[in-house]
């Protein structure tokens, strides 16, 4: 028997031929590529970043960045199309102490690899200069990270690939990166930033399957529609269950539940349904409103507060 591997155009035909059956799918690794779409001539381009980190654990008040990965990359906000890569950026950094097991376990960065290194801050501030956008996939975790250590990303716009997207809609069983790119015959290698952000840019070129927008297009529309986060204070104990049944988190700091919602009739309609299914007891009650631009959303710092009594 021949055990000799195929060569990549033999492997190319074997695997042409096995998806043509129905019984089969066929995953591609991922091949990071510099060039999508050509830009059709005369199309304003603008610079938006796809970024992503590794940490020594899960606070960013106590834990380190101890990689950064970046592509800056040319985009057309209007169809919301991905052009070309235009810089890849990945560093480590040395935390300062031990990195703990249970993290080199997931990323595999070890204190060797890290050992004296500092992340460019001055590169890190060239890169995001004219940049319109930072994307990340669950940029609630990545944002605050980055802002504690580099303050430019304060005054960005950001838009998160798993939190603005309604994935669930699109008929999709999960948001993770790694699902998403698999559902379009896509593998890769994750936990690795650079890695991950040349998996997060192939995810903004494709199209979503039931709305038939490219990602990107509705990354961006996101930032343009009007969010808000409202807290149901004081509401009742026993309404606990059916607040985090409806997507209400609890603010422990607070001592409220809240849910983020997109553009003025949903805030109504939430308003709404609070009334009839919550606030069923008195009859005046307040929540409380935050407004959260794309400058604020997804960090961890406070947009403008409204209290409104209903």
């Known amino acids: ?19 043509m059956h129905p019984s089969y799918r066929v995953l591609r690794h991922l091949v990071p590529r510099q ?25 960013p008040d106590t834990d380190k960045v101890i990689e950064l990965g970046m592509l800056v990359f040319e985009f057309d906000a209007e169809l919301g199309s991905v052009h070309s890569v235009l810089s890849v950026f990945d560093e480590l950094e040395d935390p300062g102490r031990p990195i703990p097991p249970e993290t080199v376990a997931v990323h595999h960065i070890t204190d060797d690899m890290v050992l004296g290194k500092r992340i460019d ?22 944002r605050p990270f980055v802002e504690h250590r580099w303050p430019v990303f304060e005054s960005k716009q950001w838009a998160c690939s798993i939190k603005d997207i309604d994935w669930k809609a699109e008929g999709m069983g999960s948001a993770k990166l790694e699902y998403l790119l698999q559902t379009q015959g896509i593998f890769y290698q994750a936990h690795r930033a650079e890695t991950d952000c040349w998996a997060l840019l192939e995810l903004l070129s494709m199209v979503l399957p039931q709305s038939q927008q490219p990602v990107l297009l509705q990354l961006l529309e996101s930032l343009n529609q009007p969010q808000v986060r409202l807290y149901a204070v004081g509401s009742p104990f026993d309404s606990k269950d059916m607040l985090k049944a409806r997507g209400y988190r609890w603010d422990a700091e607070k001592r409220s539940w809240h849910r983020n919602l997109f553009g003025d009739k949903a ?22 409103i935050e407004t959260m631009g794309g400058t604020i959303r997804h960090s961890s710092r406070q947009g403008e507060m409204l209290t409104r009594e209903i």
């Open 1 to 19: 028997m021949n055990h000799t591997l195929p060569t990549d155009s033999e492997a190319a035909e074997l695997a042409r031929r096995l998806e």
């Open 35 to 59: 060039e999508f779409a050509p830009a059709a001539p005369g199309r304003s381009l603008l610079k938006g970043v796809v970024l992503d980190t590794e940490t020594t654990g899960l606070s």
């Open 121 to 142: 801050d001055a590169m890190v501030n060239q890169l995001l200069k004219d940049v319109s956008v930072v994307i990340a996939h669950n940029a609630g975790f990545d």
């Open 267 to 288: 805030l109504e309609d939430e308003i709404d349904w609070l009334k009839r299914k919550v606030y069923t007891v008195k009859k005046t009650n307040v929540v409380q």
